[in-house]
């Protein structure tokens, strides 16, 4: 069985960072791409950033320059450094992994970013 934890989210003022990170536990899968998916209240959920087992990334044009995602494929890990963050960054962060195919997602994580 697969799972997903994440860790990282907060309280933090605009201008701030936070950095989120997620690890994927269980046996018999191999990981195509890892990235983090965002809801806010009342808005769809988002893609914020994505990268592959070999690397490439993509982002969201909102966060571009703002946040950096990687990972470490030897512990199943994926992280998002988020920089000079905004009130409009206020969501529920998704960690998701895609694996033969199939998408698996964490619980989330609140980040709050103040004015």
């Known amino acids: 069985q697969v799972q997903l934890v994440e860790s990282g989210g907060g309280l933090v003022q605009a201008g701030g960072s936070l950095r989120l990170s997620c690890t994927a536990s269980g046996s018999g899968f191999s990981i195509n791409a890892m990235g983090w998916y965002r809801q806010a209240p009342g808005k769809q959920r988002e893609l914020v950033a994505r990268?592959?087992?070999?690397?490439?990334?993509n982002y969201a044009d909102s966060v571009k320059g703002r946040f950096t995602i990687s990972r470490d494929n030897a512990k199943n890990t994926v992280y998002l450094q988020m920089n000079s963050l905004k009130p409009e960054d206020t969501a529920v962060y998704y960690c998701?992994?895609?694996?033969?195919?199939?998408?698996?997602w964490g619980k989330g994580t609140l980040v709050t970013v103040s004015s």
């Open positions: 998701a992994m895609v694996a033969g195919g199939i998408y698996y």
């Open positions: 990268i592959t087992s070999g690397g490439s990334t």
